[in-house]
């Protein structure tokens, strides 16, 4: 598999560690200093978006990907996701939304690991 291709398997695995409520599994894919803009611009750090997730403020239920683009420059790298995704947030109903993931990957120890990413809709 080529790197392209292990930074795409990183995003589906994110989605499916989303969708477990798997905080370690998701903490794995991420540096220690990620963070995660949403869609409303609030920035959180990874542990306060791990908080929301595991206490039922981000609820995932399905995610169905569109495309994911990648662009590598060195140890850097760069990921777009856009998915459809079935969530419910801050005590909303399911509802469905087609999010986009800007994502900025770098690599540590051989290993890619998510530094940021920012939510919108496509």
């Keep these: 598999m080529d790197e392209k ?7 589906r695995k994110y989605w499916q560690c989303m969708m477990a409520k798997d905080a370690k599994g998701l903490r794995d ?5 990620y963070v995660l803009e949403h869609m409303t611009g609030v920035i959180q750090p990874c542990e306060a978006f791990l908080r929301g997730l595991l ?3 981000f609820n995932y239920y399905a ?9 590598i420059q060195g140890d850097h790298a760069r990921m777009t996701g856009c ?3 079935l969530a419910a ?17 770098r690599r540590e120890n ?4 998510f530094t940021r990413s920012k939510a919108s809709t496509y």
């Design 110 to 113: 051989g290993t890619w690991k």
């Design 5 to 11: 291709e292990q930074i795409r398997a990183m995003y």
């Design 89 to 105: 947030v801050y005590g909303g109903r399911k509802n469905s939304w087609r999010l986009r993931g800007d994502f900025t990957l």
């Design 63 to 71: 995610a169905d990907h569109d495309s994911i683009e990648v662009e």
């Design 83 to 85: 998915s459809r995704v």
């Design 55 to 57: 206490d039922g403020t």
């Design 29 to 33: 894919l991420m540096t220690e200093d």
